[in-house]
Nanobody, 126 residues
């Protein structure tokens, strides 16, 4: 059983930074951040593999966001820099305990992940 709790959301001006954290209890194969903006589908933001050896980013955030985990693997962070109004969304932490291949098409799919957090709101004002 895996339990995920997000924190760190809030309101920030465009160009600013926020750091999201996901407290992970239980062993996972990989952990991801997704986001869902009003009226839009949930989309993957970034994924980190077991022990942090591999990362994946969606094109829209590459170079601005960084996913990482602490040494114990208990917390996964998403450092978000140069935030833009279109980054406004509810951000969800998600985890997979299944041995899914590290393939981008699978990493982007919400169905790949079998555990989800409750979400944290991020609002970027212009």
């Amino acid at each position: 059983q895996v339990h995920l709790v997000e924190s760190g959301g809030g309101l920030v001006q465009a160009g600013g930074s926020l750091r999201l954290s996901c407290a992970v209890s239980g062993r996972t194969k990989f952990t991801a951040w997704f986001r869902q903006a009003p009226g839009k589908e949930r989309e993957v933001v970034a994924t980190i593999g077991e022990s942090g050896r591999a990362t994946y980013y969606t094109e829209a955030v590459r170079g601005r966001f960084t996913i990482s985990e602490d040494d114990a693997g208990n917390t996964v962070h998403l450092q978000m820099n140069s935030l833009e109004p279109q980054d406004t969304a509810v951000y969800y932490c998600a985890a997979s305990t299944n041995p899914v291949p590290w393939i981008s098409n699978l990493l982007r799919r919400a169905g790949t992940y079998n555990y989800w957090g409750q979400g944290t709101h991020v609002t970027v004002s212009s």
